[in-house]
């Protein structure tokens, strides 16, 4: 990596764990060229927008990275079960970053009308599209009802993200919290939950198992 490369991909790094930290506002580009080791003029020369550059290229970049993830466990396997077990299981290994995702979500109300659309386009398009045409196919064959498959895309990525582990550093004390849920399980009760609901267990679900 040239040294240019390296000083944009530090300051973009350096960006992305402020903006998990404290959100947009919380953000100094000074603290930034002071940790990077440069003059702040120096970031304008990397990033002449400034700090909804720097922004833009953190968003791309975590799109980027989460769609590649999102892409591998959606070619797992060859039904909608294994599909969706291996998306649900991507959550639980801590695969993506949904503290980021969120606070580049929130951050979009801080940026320009251009900016937005830009990071939302990319956003839908390569992490909730291909979802959307996984449910899609699953309703063209049979294996889920009549939907919207914008819907079902939505309510499985947020469910998934309930598979997450939680952070040592939020909630209750280690010391008491129940003994965490083995990922394995974690993904194949948010698949279950989606496809079968909350019922109690019943023939057809156990035979997908």
Do not use: W
């Not at 940790?35 to 702040?40: E, F, G, H, L, R």
């Amino acid at each position: 990596m040239t040294p240019q490369g390296d000083t944009r991909t530090r300051a973009r790094d350096e960006f992305a764990r402020l903006l998990t930290e404290r959100g947009y506002l919380g953000v100094s580009l000074e603290e930034i060229a002071t940790t990077v080791n440069i003059k702040k003029a120096s970031l304008y020369h990397h990033f002449p927008g400034g700090k909804a550059a720097l922004f833009t290229a953190v968003a791309h970049h975590y799109i980027q990275q989460t769609s590649t993830a999102l892409r591998t466990a959606l070619n797992s396997g060859d039904t909608l079960r294994d599909r969706l077990l291996a998306l649900a299981g991507a959550y639980a290994q801590g695969t993506f970053d949904p503290a980021l995702g969120d606070r580049v979500y929130d951050a979009t109300r801080h940026v320009d009308d251009t900016t937005r659309t830009e990071i939302c386009h990319a956003y839908l398009q390569a992490l909730v599209a291909p979802v959307t045409d996984l449910m899609k196919h699953a309703i063209e064959t049979g294996e889920l009802r009549q939907a919207d498959p914008g819907f079902l895309a939505m309510a499985f990525m947020e469910l998934a993200a309930v598979a997450q582990p939680v952070p040592p550093d939020i909630a209750l004390p280690p010391q008491e919290r129940p003994a965490p849920t083995p990922r394995r399980q974690r993904a194949q009760d948010v698949v279950d939950l989606f496809l079968h609901g909350a019922a109690p267990d019943h023939p057809e679900r156990r035979r997908t198992r």
